[in-house]
């Protein structure tokens, strides 16, 4: 069903077995779709909203909320028309009558968007330059003392790929996960880097790695791309899979670009 805000039409998209495309199990996937015409907007355009989810606990009559900690105001533009949360409840604590979101069969989501920024390009324009020879570039990160690690996040040195200054991004201890993500480091006002990155924190006993992937575009807005939810601590910690040996972690990040911008 679909709802206005800030002069937008809006719909949510709700995966109840979890959205298969990106491998999610045993959650629920919900997301705020921008039901735009792109052909009838203006060149460049974005708009830029903050976002909070909610799922209604039936027997107390609150809301449970569910917002991005990391990063509050979220871009839509041509290219990223969805945002939202690949694993945004685990299943068993939703089919959980204590809990009361599921009650008789039914259950209530609903979203909360408020508008923030509304964005046009001049008007001249910018040409997209597809690379037909891209090739792949990695980076492997070793990150030492793992379990002493006590600050919300920690940076990777700066590296190279696509012609491209690239870093990791890696939050040790949020929500009981292992987060991860790549950033583009040098950006303008046009930026618009459309690239191909494999994220892993590789098992160093069975070479079992951990990984995921998608293609995205990194834009002056947009610059971070990667999982909040990449690794649960338990998994991480777990001798069994290899990702921490004698307290040392490894992380390599595989970036492919496959486009930048051109002249007009």
């Not at 909610?54 to 041509?78: R, S, T």
């Not at 690794?231 to 595989?254: H, I, M, R």
Request: with cysteine; glycine share 6%; aromatic share 14%.
């Amino acid at each position: 069903m679909e709802f206005e805000a800030g002069g937008y039409k809006w719909k949510l998209v709700l995966y109840p077995s979890g959205n298969k495309s990106k491998s999610v199990k045993d959650h629920i996937s919900l997301y705020l779709t921008l039901m735009a015409d792109t052909t009838s907007l203006p060149l460049g355009w974005e708009v830029c909203v903050v976002l909070r989810f909610f799922l209604l606990d039936q027997n107390k009559g609150k809301y449970l909320i569910v917002e991005d900690a990391l990063e509050k105001e979220k871009c839509f533009h041509e290219m990223k028309l969805e945002w939202g949360f690949d694993e945004f409840i685990h299943l068993k604590q939703f089919n959980d009558t204590c809990n009361g979101y599921l009650v008789d069969d039914t259950c209530v989501f609903g979203a909360e968007v408020f508008v923030t920024k509304e964005t046009i390009s001049s008007g001249k324009g910018q040409c997209f330059s597809m690379i037909t020879d891209a090739h792949s570039s990695k980076h492997v990160w070793k990150i030492e003392n793992f379990s002493k690690l006590n600050a919300q996040s920690y940076d990777s040195e700066v590296f190279e790929a696509g012609g491209q200054k690239w870093k990791l991004i890696l939050y040790p201890k949020y929500e009981d996960h292992v987060c991860l993500f790549l950033k583009l480091e040098e950006v303008t006002p046009t930026s618009n880097v459309r690239a191909e990155r494999t994220l892993r924190i590789l098992d160093q006993v069975d070479a079992k790695h951990i990984f995921k992937k998608s293609i995205t575009p990194f834009t002056a807005s947009s610059t971070t791309w990667g999982w909040r939810y990449f690794v649960s601590s338990s998994d991480f910690y777990n001798p069994v899979f290899g990702y921490l040996v004698q307290d040392v972690c490894l992380v390599e990040a595989k970036v492919t670009v496959y486009g930048i911008p051109g002249p007009m």
